[in-house]
């Protein structure tokens, strides 16, 4: 656990009382550390070299407990202030602290690494995170040697990976914040080690202070399915909300697309920012995206191919970079970076127990999140449907209308979305022959319906107005018990 320096205003004096372990303090309040010896008179006060007491001070102080038995049970390594020298071996003492600054301080890599705070990170959004494993990290630092006070490095900008094995280790090891300023004690085993660096004047086996400033991070995530390394995403702006997209869902975002020859290489952009969309997980891309992926050389789904792996990652709003190595995209390049802002989408989906025969976009969303259908509720909707290909207008309710779900009052396609839309929802369902008006569906086929059943599609887009929610299986039990226990009137005279 990490310890804690206080910074405080102080005043001391000699007492006896019961024995006690230092107190903890917590930030905000003022509080009592009491120890106890014996054998002294209660209440003495032991004159301060300049005081009859020990005089009100502000100084930086840590609290430690005695090492051999006979010595005081609370020790003060003093920063600042007097000294405690002069006081009886077995006096009791008592300190009353204002507390006005703690300090965290964390012993990192079995001790190798003192990590001491001196500003805390702000207040807000993400204050709690800390860097990735692969975070591209901004910073700045100085450092000295401990043992001479050389000052080797002046405090200066840093970038550098979390991921770069050829740093020193202290990088890699380090636990701030953003907007955090440290102080760190490292041994040589994190820093320069046995050979020291005679460039910049550290000798060898050389402990180092740091001062450390935390400025921001880019994560790095490896996306790629195999997780082997061939899709490293960087987010450059955090979007909006929880969701995110899934197979099926339409996208619209803004795309870039830069290309390098090898990995060291400055980027070449292919073609100026485009608005595009896509729909995920569907094998085939729209011409302005084709366009882009044949400038990169990629042929037509290269680019599509990327934008598969990164934008079911991406939150509305986000802006990232897909990091795309031959093995993902192809190509003559050896990086690809897929640059998205991804600005909205349209939900996709196959409606539940059809076997994905039935599928629904959802054109308007419902500002009621949560509220659906249930099983034989009574919902009013409008509704038109028409024959997928030719347009031709099949049904229609253009004023909402009552039915009840499952009574059979509507096509099998729009009575089986109901239990999905929410009031206020449009949605428009695409849907085979069986699920409205084939051949043994129980409906009378309209005029236009294609005569190959095995062709006909319907496209059906329905509006949800309100909702009455029933327990339908209830009435249903209850109307099947009154049935049995009716009388029978069979072969009754």
């Known amino acids: 656990m990490p310890s804690t320096t206080c910074k405080s205003h102080s005043r001391g004096r000699v007492v006896s009382g019961i024995q006690r372990p230092p107190a903890v303090v917590a930030a905000g309040f003022a509080a009592r550390a009491l120890t106890r010896c014996s054998g002294f008179t209660p209440r003495d006060r032991v004159p301060a070299p300049d005081a009859g007491v020990f005089a009100p001070q502000a100084s930086a102080f840590t609290v430690l407990p005695a090492a051999r038995e006979g010595e005081a049970l609370l ?44 500003v805390r990170a702000p207040k807000g959004p993400g204050s709690w995170e800390l860097p990735g494993e692969r975070a591209e990290v901004r910073c700045s630092w100085r450092g000295e040697v401990e043992a001479t006070g050389f000052v080797f490095r002046g405090e200066a900008p840093f970038r550098y990976s979390r991921a770069d094995a050829s740093l020193l280790r202290v990088w890699r090891e380090l636990k701030m914040k953003r907007g955090e300023v440290a102080e760190l004690k490292v041994a040589p085993e994190l820093a320069y080690g046995s050979g020291g660096e005679p460039e910049l004047g550290v000798p060898p086996d050389a402990s180092l202070l740091l001062r450390v400033a935390m400025g921001d991070w880019n994560d790095v995530e490896d996306v790629s399915p195999g997780r082997d390394g061939s899709a490293l995403k960087v987010v450059e702006s955090r979007g909006e909300g929880w969701q995110r997209p899934m197979q099926r869902y339409v996208c619209t975002l803004s795309l870039e697309v830069e290309v390098r020859a090898c990995a060291e290489s400055a980027p070449e952009k292919v073609a100026p920012e485009a608005e595009v969309t896509m729909a995920l997980g569907g094998g085939s891309v729209e011409a302005p995206l084709e366009e882009v992926s044949r400038l990169a050389g ?32 192809g190509g003559p390049h050896e990086r690809v970076d897929v640059r998205a802002t991804l600005s909205s989408w349209v939900r996709v989906e196959p409606v539940p127990h059809t076997g994905e025969a039935v599928v629904r976009t959802v054109l308007v969303e419902a500002e009621q999140e949560h509220e659906r259908p249930n099983e034989d509720a009574r919902c009013e909707i409008t509704f038109a449907v028409r024959a997928a290909g030719s347009g031709a207008l099949l ?44 051949e043994g569906s129980g409906y009378t086929r309209p005029a236009g319906f294609p005569a190959d059943e095995a062709e006909a599609e319907v496209e059906a887009k329905a509006e949800v107005a309100t909702t009455v929610a029933t327990c339908g299986w209830l009435a249903r039990m209850a109307a099947a018990a009154a049935a049995a226990a009716a009388p029978s009137v069979i072969g009754s005279s």
Do not use: F, N
């Not at 006081?87 to 003192?114: F, I, N, T, W």
């Not at 990629?298 to 190595?325: F, K």
């Not at 109901?418 to 369902?429: D, H, Q, S």
């Open 75 to 118: 020790s003060v390594r003093r920063e600042g202030g007097p000294s405690a020298e002069g006081l009886p071996a077995e006096a009791v003492l008592e300190y009353e602290v204002e507390l006005r600054e703690l300090r965290e301080v964390q012993m990192l890599c079995d001790g190798l690494l003192l990590q001491k705070t001196l």
């Open 395 to 438: 049904e229609e309710a253009t004023e909402p209308v009552s039915v009840v779900q499952g009574d059979g009052a509507v096509i099998r396609a729009i009575d089986a979305a109901l239990l999905e839309m929410k009031r206020g929802e449009v949605a428009l369902l695409r849907a085979p022959a069986a699920w409205c008006y084939g």
């Open 298 to 329: 990629l042929g037509a789904w290269g680019v599509g191919a990327a934008l598969d792996v990164l934008l079911p990652t991406m939150q509305r709003r986000e802006r990232a970079v897909l990091r795309c190595s031959q093995a993902l995209v």
